[in-house]
């Protein structure tokens, strides 16, 4: 009997994002929120920092040591490294050495090839994970969103992560029709990139792409004047350079993945069987993610489809808490993870 409660604290539920990963432990909630990020040393292949120190490494090391990240458009790019970083997260979490195996679940992309879903589950094995179970995020962030995915209606939900953005129609526990497009925050901070590079010939860094888009950026025409000082290197000279920048420049700078992201939606709406459009229209589109947080974008979706559009209570934390939900009721909610295929 002893034996079965010592267990019980041990039951996880992981969101590998592309940018952030959260790790869900039953019966604490949401215990670890870190970047997907590991620092490197390249001379003896070491880690030497994971998540947020290592984040704040990225475009600021010496040579010999090189922040990653493991994770491309929301799958495994470097298997070795995602797994170094998952069982950091682990121990993390589980400051015991000896704890028991727990049972995780890991919630991916609805994209996702099987070759993508095994490296997913062996990373999780590797990591120290007794049994590894898969949800697909747009599942596991209409259930965070608190919609009633078992129930014979309609629930859509659009969950823009760092990698990629999932757009989703679920009913009945399962996903009626989905699109997953490799397009999500990253692509965004690329425009913003390349647009500096463009126009005022200005080097800028990744984090500072980012920083501009929480700031400045914006899907819908609105509050133009806003202004923000960009730094960077110049191309030309070779020199530190500050540039300022408008609100309107940095939207039409990322209107392409804005656009992309518009257009999945309205290819899932098209896809979608009549009986269901009917009750989108009642009840909307739940939108999710650290993307959903770009200023106008609910304003843009509405205008383009027509429909109500509503901004999740936590975007970041949707789809942890939804696998989260299906540690803490594993039984009730079993049948929305991804069946183990048949060997």
């Given at each position: ?8 604290g ?29 620092a ?7 880690a ?13 090391t ?31 979490v ?16 609805s994209g ?21 179970y ?9 259930i ?5 995915v ?6 859509m ?17 399962g ?11 990253d692509?965004?901070?690329?425009s913003?990139?390349?647009f ?23 899907a ?25 920048v408008?609100a ?27 009986e269901l ?5 009642d ?17 843009r979706?509405r ?17 942890a808490?939804?696998?989260g939900?299906c ?12 069946p183990?295929?048949r060997?």
């Open positions: 009997m002893a034996n079965n409660f010592s267990f019980l041990r039951e996880m539920a992981v969101d590998l994002g592309t940018a952030n990963t959260l790790v869900y432990v039953r019966g604490r909630g949401i215990v670890l929120n870190e970047p997907s990020v590991v490197l040393n390249t001379a003896n292949g070491k030497v920092a994971v998540g947020i120190e290592a984040k704040r490494m990225i475009g600021r010496p040579g010999n040591i090189v922040a990653v990240r493991p994770l491309k458009d929301g799958v495994i790019a470097d298997f070795d490294v995602t797994e170094r970083m998952l069982r950091y997260f682990i121990q993390k589980h400051k015991r050495r000896h704890f028991a195996k727990p049972r995780i679940i890991v919630a991916v992309p996702i090839t099987g070759v993508e879903q095994r490296a997913v589950k062996e990373a999780g094995y590797q990591a120290g994970a007794r049994r590894v898969i949800i697909e995020e747009p599942m596991a962030a209409a965070g969103a608190g919609l009633p078992h129930e014979p209606t309609g629930n939900v659009v969950d823009i992560g760092g990698g990629t953005t999932e757009v989703a129609i679920i009913s009945m526990g996903i009626v029709t989905s699109q997953s497009i490799r397009v999500g925050g692509e965004l901070d690329q913003i990139i390349t500096a590079k463009k126009e005022y010939s200005l080097m800028l860094g990744e984090r500072t792409a980012e920083e501009i888009k929480i700031a400045i950026g914006s819908y025409p609105g509050d133009d004047d806003q202004h923000a000082e960009i730094r960077g290197r110049d191309l030309v000279s070779g020199l530190p350079k500050t540039v300022i408008s309107g420049e940095i939207r039409r700078a990322i209107e392409e993945p804005v656009n992309a992201i518009v257009d999945s939606v309205k290819t899932t709406l098209d896809k979608c069987p009549p459009s009917g009750d989108l229209m009840r909307g589109i739940a939108l999710t993610g650290g993307g959903a947080l770009l200023k106008g974008l609910d304003e979706l205008e383009e489809t027509a429909m109500p559009i509503h901004l999740v209570d936590n975007p970041l934390d949707s789809v808490l939804g696998s939900r540690v803490e009721d594993f039984d009730a909610l079993q049948q929305v993870l991804v183990e295929p060997h």
